[in-house]
């Protein structure tokens, strides 16, 4: 098996590219490198990757379809697993134009490479538990209505999974999206919260903690991610309808609230964080839990790493990193 991952120097794309590759198997890797959050961390994934003589890469912007289709043209891959995204929801209030050009024109573009590709077996791609927008019962099911976004990233991705239904109906692609529910881990974004608590309580600097800490989030540890990509690629898609499309949670199945989580935070770093409690900030959702019921029939997906477990090999990871 060959696999194409767009992403590959982002979070999830390099641990899975990683996990290809520590595998045997040959990865084409696919990344524009863009300063959304710190280029050297991305280089830094990059590095490790490029190791392995197995593994191709290209600097390339998945919305700049002639540069895709230039680089993709004499690739050989029988798996694609799009990760590539403009991802982040404040971000989405100042640079909507950015999410339009990746979410949309990129997934749009990776859907035609699909489509023509002969002998592609199977389509991975990325969504995002943002979709189900400001629901209240929990927890998030697939079939639950998810058409009332609350910030221009989730209505992104819920249009990506609209697209993709359509091209799995017109095509008869085999496509399956992952609703991803919180990942962390070592490797991790900068953005992310844990990982700007982190930095900033290492600093002795105040953390802004949002609506007080009253919001639950499922966090879902990247070594659980990795695992329920590799059975959804291993087995393929189960699709047995005429549209060879469908769409899966991925989380943790067990939401802790902000506070557990920075007091978990503080317990591994051994520091009280100093803090300013402020209130929910625009697009941002109270709580997202994940049933992965679904999933788990589907592929025996099973989350196994905790929070405490999570955020200390984390915290290992970053001080090791950061050299702190």
């Known amino acids: 098996m060959s696999y194409l991952v767009t992403g590959a120097a982002g979070f999830i794309g390099f641990h899975l590219a990683k996990t290809l590759l520590d595998k ?22 990059l590095s490790i990757l490029k190791e392995y003589k197995q593994f191709e890469f290209g600097q390339i912007d998945i919305a700049d379809h002639n540069a895709l289709n230039s680089f993709l043209s004499d690739k050989d891959f029988t798996e694609i697993i ?27 573009n990776m859907l035609e490479i699909a489509r023509n590709k002969a002998g592609l077996q199977h389509m991975l791609y990325a969504s995002s538990s943002s979709v ?25 991705k819920k249009s990506d999974e609209l697209i993709s239904h359509t091209y799995a109906h017109l095509y008869s692609i085999p496509l399956t999206g992952l609703r991803f529910f919180t990942v962390y881990g070592p490797w991790g974004r900068p953005d992310m919260a844990y990982f700007s608590f982190t930095k900033k309580i290492l600093a002795s ?8 800490g009253d919001m639950l989030r499922d966090f879902t540890y990247i070594d ?3 695992a ?13 309808s005429d549209v060879p499309h469908k769409v899966y949670n991925i989380g ?11 007091s978990t935070l503080e317990t591994a770093l051994d520091i009280k964080a100093i803090r300013k409690d402020l209130p929910m900030q625009p697009g941002d959702v ?13 592929y025996g997906f099973e989350p196994k790493t905790g929070l405490q477990e999570g955020l200390a090999k984390f915290v290992n990871w970053y001080r090791e990193y950061h050299k702190t």
């Open 132 to 156: 189900y927008g400001g629901r209240t019962d929990l927890p998030f099911k697939e079939t639950d209505r998810a058409d009332t976004p609350i910030s221009l990233y989730a209505a992104t």
């Open 82 to 108: 799009h990760l590539a995204a403009q991802a982040g929801v404040r971000y989405s209030l100042d640079n909507p134009r950015a999410y339009i050009q990746s979410n949309l024109v990129g997934h749009l």
């Open 205 to 212: 600097e105040q953390i802004e903690v949002f609506n007080h």
């Open 252 to 262: 943790n199945n067990n939401p802790e609230s902000l506070e557990y989580f920075l």
């Open 228 to 240: 329920g990509i590799l059975a959804i690629l291993n087995k393929g898609s189960v699709m047995q």
């Open 224 to 226: 659980d991610v990795i």
């Open 286 to 298: 109270p709580a997202t839990y994940a049933d992965i019921e679904a999933i788990k029939s589907d």
């Open 24 to 45: 045997g198997q040959s990865v084409i890797g696919i990344d524009n490198l863009n300063d959304y959050y710190s280029v050297e961390l991305k280089q830094a994934r």
